[in-house]
């Protein structure tokens, strides 16, 4: 009689302990839409490559508030089409809590009211303005902003006393997005776009444009903002035709391949990144170094190649989410709410200070100025 | 009686599937269904024109890109800055313009989705006319080039105008009031009417296409098909035939790219590219040259499987693999027993 | 326009139109024996620079791209081994899908095995920013190259069919199948070799072009549809035509960035295919009556 009733106890423990631990252990499922392949497959390779390592890495640790993160990861290839299809089925069929991604700002405006319809945070890792601009309560970016890229760059050339800029973007939207901030931004800051041309993001050769820009002497330097490999052709062919103006390039500049595929090309190339790139250069006193270098051995040591600033905007929205979470539970409104007041917050482009008018967080601050030196980045200094 | 199962059995599969979605709550799946129709309607099309009428066309995802590309484009547009202008201001006298708001609260001016589609229709139609006349004089390689230069000419285009929204594309379109309750438009509230809508607009132009068929310009081209100089020598003026089913084909492929525009509430380069262009030609081929219901049976399925990612990094792997293996081994296509020719084989033998 | 920038637009139009016109010959001589476009021809291209760059990793330069031609080359007859041979006399439609879905293939494969990422092979002299005069223009010593080994190529191509027996039995079966092999020909070998032949001299041209662009699992495309642009510019079948025409293909291209925005290069060589498909499908060079009686 005693045995079955302490039988009975202990049944009755242990299937209120397995109940209890149960609903503490409920998966939260994040999606990601990324451009794997394709075009865009420079940014969208090394965001998933982050995002796995960083699932793998928090999951090992017991999850976030004690649950454990499930990706569902979804190649687009950059086609719009494919990312409304992936959207619609992240957010009715998987029931993703949140998604990352997409990769490029043409995917993430197809889908940016997808999203805010379907109550589900949106951290997207593209660069364009309208992405927060007018902001949509679920949506968020972790890209610098165009705006202060390009006012970076105009600081850059004041110091420099260059007036007489030409400009040649990609065909892209980040591209035609810069492109535009440019010559928004160029008469307040005094300088003068003599010449701006469009290139096709598969070129294979630009001697041509080159060629018609460099004759003109009046030409001081240039502005090559793509986020493609062409913009190493555009260096290898400006110099090849013997054209020494000073390069400028803008943050999609931020990975070495590029470097590593102009060569000495590339040598004196200036453009604004975030400091992730130079990681081991800070000094010890700056806020984002442990962050940076963290980053930049645990991806280095996975997949043996370099960080690019790509997989760091990939990272910043798996952190800023995760933080979100721990911060307010797995509540949909409740995250969003704690994520729009997070402040101070270290990632890998910038220190983020959200707010409920800005759903991007980085300042002027976040970028810096460096170039090319000897094939490695170092930070500028004039 | 025959003739009109395959119809029939159509009607009901839709119907069936979507009651089905409704009893296991898989709801969401109705979503790559509707845009599965759409792209059933050029595929459809296209197996018009290369089976039947027997040309290659290695660029109809232009024909896509004109009718979805100038719906986005006179839809979001915003005319207010030429209000003064005497053409827009005729367009809003015949009640042609919308009066809106953008999202920042300013006053926006933009066409009427009825009146975009009507524009993009007949834009296609002449473009039709226009490249078909040259192009249809042309055969074998020389036609299949020509169709794939049109196509890649409609692609680039569309990247390097601004108007076009370059490589992004255009979003933001808004949805299209067919009649007073019924829009089509990626809303979730409208996804059943929306799927009725497609497969609708899909049965009706497959009923219209057999008719074609059956009747005596489905015979004139098939000679065509089989023998063109003779079907010439027998007073068959073979190179209107051949225009028109050209342009039929063409604005199918248009209506497809309109409705599916404003479904998905956008549009971009990927749709009027080679790949797509060549995925359509794939999927008539599997689905059997000359075989209307094949090609729509394989392309529905095909293209679920690739709107659900089945297929992850190796779509366009997949439909390389199947444009190969069909044509090696069976260039009549998968189904290439005809449905009905089954269908009646099984009636005779209760005979 | 000053003599300086006229030689820059000079020089880049003849090195892009001297690698179209490689490209355009490649679809040429596979045409003539056997009446195929072979879409597939740009992928040759890509994976002569794709295997070079691999194979430099373990063999000095010269060798690398001399075994990257070789193995592209097998490529090449592998394909015509396990996809065209058995063909029995197949419509030009189903042979168009083929060779596209074989290009696809490709690609694809490429993607998978060299991953997303642009490689370039050194450069033969010097580095990315040395450059010569000539002409009054300053180009990368490579251009020279590029010039040089394709005009090699064409050279020794007019030469092998003009005087090697190899060569003959090519042309034989170019004008006619059917009596070629009446003589004794095997037009099966034939068709092989001449697979294997363009797909060497594509090879060699992506080889050569690799340092001055980059080599991409996917820049195969681009490259088969301005190659084909050529080889009908200058009328199906000649491959002198098709270097005259890759060469004014070039340099219109190149000198069109003087007058129209850059956006629109890649469309004017399509319009110009339209354009010659429209109004003159034989070709600039070619014989009206002589394209009549091909069988395409």
């Given at each position: 009689m005693k045995r079955s009733f302490t039988a009975t106890i202990i049944m009755f423990a242990a299937s209120l302990a397995l109940s209890v631990s149960m609903a503490c252990a409920e998966t939260i499922k994040i999606g990601a839409i990324l451009a794997i392949s394709g075009p865009a497959s420079f940014l969208g390779a090394p965001e998933a490559r982050t995002l796995e390592m960083l699932a793998e890495e928090l999951n090992a640790k017991g999850g976030v508030g004690g649950n454990k993160i499930e990706l569902v990861i979804k190649?687009?290839?950059?086609?719009?089409?494919?990312?409304?299809?992936?959207?619609k089925q992240l957010i009715?069929?998987?029931?993703?809590?949140?998604?990352?991604?997409?990769?490029?700002?043409?995917?993430?405006?197809?889908?940016?009211?997808?999203?805010?319809?379907?109550?589900t945070i949106l951290m997207s890792c593209?660069?364009?303005?309208?992405?927060?601009?007018?902001?949509a309560k679920y949506v968020f970016k972790t890209p610098q902003k165009d705006s202060q890229v390009v006012h970076a760059i105009f600081e850059n050339m004041k110091a420099n006393k260059i007036t007489k800029i030409a400009v040649l973007a990609s065909n892209t939207g980040f591209g035609?997005?810069?492109?535009?901030?440019?010559e928004k931004q160029a008469p307040e800051a005094g300088i003068q776009v003599v010449a701006a041309e469009v290139y096709d993001s598969k070129a294979t050769d630009l001697s041509a444009i080159v060629a018609k820009l460099a004759a003109d002497k009046e030409i001081q330097a240039v502005i090559n903002w793509s986020i493609e490999p062409a913009q190493a052709i555009v260096l290898k062919n400006a110099r090849q035709a013997g054209w020494k103006v000073p390069i400028y390039q803008s943050h999609g500049f931020g990975n070495i391949k590029y470097v590593e595929a102009a060569g000495a090309a590339a040598e004196g190339v200036i453009f604004p990144a975030g400091r992730l790139l130079i990681a081991d250069k800070l000094a010890d006193k700056n806020p984002q170094k442990a962050v940076l270098v963290k980053y930049t051995k645990d991806y280095e040591t996975k997949f043996k190649e370099?960080?690019?600033?790509?997989?760091?905007?990939?990272?910043?929205?798996?952190?800023?989410?995760?933080?979100?979470?721990?911060?307010?539970?797995?509540?949909?409104?409740?995250?969003?709410?704690?994520?729009?007041?997070i402040k101070g917050f270290v990632g890998t482009a910038g220190i983020f200070n959200f707010s409920p008018a800005d759903h991007n967080g980085l300042g002027f601050d976040s970028v810096t100025m460096l170039t090319v030196k000897g094939g490695n980045f170092v930070e500028y200094k004039k | 009686m025959t003739r009109h199962l395959p119809l029939s059995l159509l009607i009901l599969a839709v119907i069936a599937v979507q009651l089905l979605t409704r009893w296991t709550e898989t709801a969401y799946y109705l979503t790559p269904l509707t845009m599965t129709a759409y792209y059933s309607l050029v595929i459809v099309g296209l197996c018009l024109l290369m089976g039947y009428a027997g040309q290659i066309s290695l660029g109809h995802a232009g024909f896509f890109g004109i009718g979805g590309y100038l719906s986005a484009m006179l839809t979001t547009k915003d005319l207010m800055a030429f209000k003064e202008n005497a053409l827009i201001a005729l367009c809003d006298k015949l009640g042609l313009l919308v009066h809106g708001?953008?999202?920042?609260?300013?006053?926006?001016?933009?066409?009427?989705?009825?009146?975009?589609?009507?524009?993009?229709?007949?834009?296609?139609?002449?473009v039709a006319y226009a490249i078909g006349i040259p192009v249809l004089k042309l055969k074998g390689h020389y036609l299949a080039m020509a169709t794939l230069g049109f196509g890649i000419i409609v692609y680039r285009l569309a990247l390097a105008s601004p108007l076009f929204g370059e490589a992004d594309g255009i979003s933001g379109v808004p949805g299209f009031p067919l009649l007073p309750g019924l829009a089509v438009s990626g809303d979730f509230s409208s996804r059943i009417s929306n799927y009725y809508l497609a497969w609708g607009m899909l049965a009706f132009v497959m009923w219209l296409l057999g008719n074609l068929i059956h009747s005596r310009v489905g015979r004139a081209l098939r000679a065509i098909h089989g023998a063109e100089a003779a079907t010439n020598a027998m007073g068959i003026d073979t190179a209107r035939y051949k225009l028109n089913t050209f342009v039929l084909s063409a604005v199918l492929a248009s209506i497809a790219g309109i409705f599916l525009t404003h479904y998905n509430g956008g549009i971009g380069p990927s749709e009027a590219g080679i790949m797509k262009s060549v995925r359509y030609v794939a999927i008539v081929a599997i689905g059997g040259m000359a075989n209307l219901w094949g090609a729509l049976v394989m392309g529905a399925l095909l293209n679920i499987m690739s709107l659900r990612g089945m297929f992850g990094t190796y779509d366009d792997a997949v439909f390389g693999a199947i444009l190969i293996i069909i044509m090696l081994f069976a260039p009549q296509g998968l189904l290439g027993i005809s449905l009905s020719a089954t269908v009646k084989r099984i009636f005779r033998r209760g005979e | 326009m000053t003599l300086e920038l006229f030689s820059q637009y000079l020089l880049a139009g003849i090195t892009y139109g001297i690698i179209y016109a490689?490209?355009?010959?490649?679809?040429?001589?596979?045409?003539?024996?056997?009446?195929?476009?072979?879409?597939?021809?740009?992928?040759?291209?890509?994976?002569?620079?794709?295997?070079?760059?691999?194979?430099h990793q373990w063999l000095p330069l010269p060798l690398a791209i001399g075994a990257a031609v070789i193995l592209v080359m097998l490529i090449g007859a592998l394909v015509e081994i396990l996809f065209i041979r058995w063909l029995d006399r197949p419509s030009v439609l189903r042979m168009i899908i083929i060779t596209i879905g074989i290009s696809i293939l490709i690609r694809e494969a490429a993607l998978h095995v060299w991953g997303e990422g642009v490689r370039s092979l050194p450069y033969f002299v010097g580095n990315e920013i040395t450059t010569v005069q000539v002409l009054g223009a300053r180009v990368s010593p490579q251009v020279l190259w590029v010039i040089g080994v394709c005009a090699v190529m064409v050279l020794g191509l007019s030469l092998f069919f003009k005087y090697t027996l190899q060569g003959k039995k090519m042309q034989a079966c170019a004008s006619n199948r059917m009596a070629a092999t009446l003589c004794g020909i095997s037009t099966r070998n034939m068709v092989t070799l001449s697979f294997m032949l363009s797909a060497g001299i594509g090879a060699l041209a992506g080889c050569v072009m690799s340092p001055i662009t980059y080599t991409q699992y996917?820049?195969?495309?681009?490259?088969?549809?301005?190659?084909?642009?050529?080889?009908?510019?200058?009328?199906?079948?000649?491959?002198?035509?098709?270097?005259?025409?890759?060469?004014?293909?070039?340099?219109?291209?190149?000198?069109?960035?003087?007058?129209?925005?850059?956006?629109?290069?890649?469309?004017?060589?399509?319009?110009?295919?339209?354009?010659?498909?429209?109004?003159?499908?034989?070709?600039?060079?070619?014989?009206?009556?002589?394209?009549?009686?091909k069988e395409f």
């Open positions: 190649d687009s290839g950059g086609n719009p089409e494919k990312a409304i299809s992936f959207a009715e069929e998987d029931k993703v809590f949140a998604i990352i991604g997409p990769s490029t700002s043409g995917e993430t405006m197809k889908i940016k009211k997808i999203c805010e319809d379907g109550k593209a660069a364009a303005e309208q992405i927060v601009n007018p902001v035609q997005a810069g492109k535009g901030q440019i370099e960080v690019s600033t790509f997989g760091g905007h990939a990272y910043d929205a798996f952190k800023i989410l995760c933080r979100g979470i721990e911060l307010a539970g797995a509540n949909r409104e409740k995250v969003r709410d704690a994520i729009e007041n | 708001q953008d999202m920042l609260g300013v006053s926006s001016l933009q066409m009427q989705p009825w009146a975009a589609c009507i524009c993009a229709i007949l834009v296609t139609i002449a | 490689i490209v355009g010959i490649g679809f040429n001589i596979i045409y003539n024996t056997t009446g195929i476009i072979n879409f597939a021809q740009g992928e040759f291209v890509m994976l002569g620079g794709m295997t070079a760059i691999s194979l996917d820049i195969g495309t681009g490259l088969a549809i301005k190659g084909f642009t050529v080889a009908i510019l200058g009328g199906l079948g000649s491959s002198m035509a098709a270097v005259a025409a890759g060469l004014l293909l070039g340099i219109i291209e190149s000198f069109s960035v003087s007058v129209v925005p850059l956006a629109f290069q890649d469309a004017i060589s399509i319009s110009l295919l339209l354009a010659i498909l429209f109004f003159r499908p034989h070709g600039l060079f070619g014989n009206k009556d002589a394209a009549g009686l």
